[in-house]
């Protein structure tokens, strides 16, 4: 299904009276503060969020699954689900395919489907997680790291094929995460490990076309629980920098251990030019994958301050970085959590851009700490709802996007299309 324009001003009609004085307000408060509101949104509108394929059913637990019904049975309707989200906000411009989860058979037909759709093909994501029901080789014990060089050799293949998909779906960007690792002492020679990774990727790095760049993310713990082969950030910086130019670090926000400074992390790899970029979700105990935003705002502030301020010190425009959501929904419908999620990065990002560097500058030269400190909150509860909304309503999206989405009964036509009991694939 498709939302029409018509049909999203419709559902704006109400609310633009409320909306309209409310970004007066706010234009007026920002312009007493310095800051253009229209450059501010020119930027907002640059800011593009890749929607991860399998994001778009509900997730689960090893415990259970709940399905919420209508959800895409195959690749094209994916990507359909993706341009709702992208009709209602015109900030999910973009779609990350997860291989084999989502092959994309005919090449011409899925990128001419994204265009009508306003949507362009991001990161392109390898699996040696687990085994596909016709794999030769098992990744039991490992992939790109394994002992045995056949199947490195098998991992190694697969990677150079998710290229080629990417490459005829016009994507630029190769994610790798690997699940590899060990899962009691004594069972891997950590250095072992790390050089047959890294000869393995040398090997995948080899085939990467000149414009493309290669995302690697690290993972302390999980799927095995004492030792992973990219534990973390310097791990993953350390491989990036053996690589090449094109290998960069990809921030997993929920793969750090509990009360890791990822902002400081975010701060050390654009002073470094190793950023590659992030994968957004929430948590409040470990890889917990919960909507953006929704546990801590404020440290998805202090990240964006972090990348605002990278960005600007190097003349960069955001989307040189290539940003994903990487959630799962489990009790929440994965539209609502998606649009929920990526107006939180919004915000964040928003917030980002309304800190007063100048002052900030002086205020930490001066060692001034209780006006360092009013200076980031200041900007992080500065309102700017309306500043997102006005940037949707200038593009054509909607004013308020989860009030749209249920007033068009969106699920409840998705499941008379698809079913009640359609499930999405690849989960
Ligand atoms: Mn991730």
Known sequence: ?????DQIQACNEPLLHRHQQAFARLSEYLEAEGFQPEALIAQIRQLQIAIPSWALGTGGTRFGRFPIGGEPRNLEEKIEDVGLLHALNRAS???SL?????????????RSLAAGLGLKFDAVNSNTFQDQPDQPLSYKFGSLCHTDPAVRRQAIDHNIEVIRYGEALGSHCLSVWLADGSNFPGQRSFVQAFQNTLSSLQEIYAELPDDWIMLVEYKPYEPNFYSTVIQDWGTAFLLSQKLGPKARVLVDLGHHLPNTNIEQIVATLMMEDRLGGFHFNDSKYGDDDLTVGSIRPYQLFLIFHELVQGLQSRNRSVDTLAWMIDASHNT???????????????????QALIVNRKALREAQQQNDVAWCQELMQGAFRTDLRPLIAEARLQAGGAISPLQTYRQLQVRQQLIAQRGKKAVATGL
Not at 98 to 110: G, L, Y
């Open 1 to 5: 299904m498709r939302l029409s324009s």
């Open 93 to 95: 411009g973009a779609i």
């Open 98 to 110: 997860h291989i084999p989860w989502d092959i994309p058979r005919d090449a011409a037909h899925i």
């Open 332 to 350: 929440k419908d994965p539209l609502e959590d998606l649009l929920q999620s990526v107006e939180a990065i919004q915000l964040a990002f928003a």
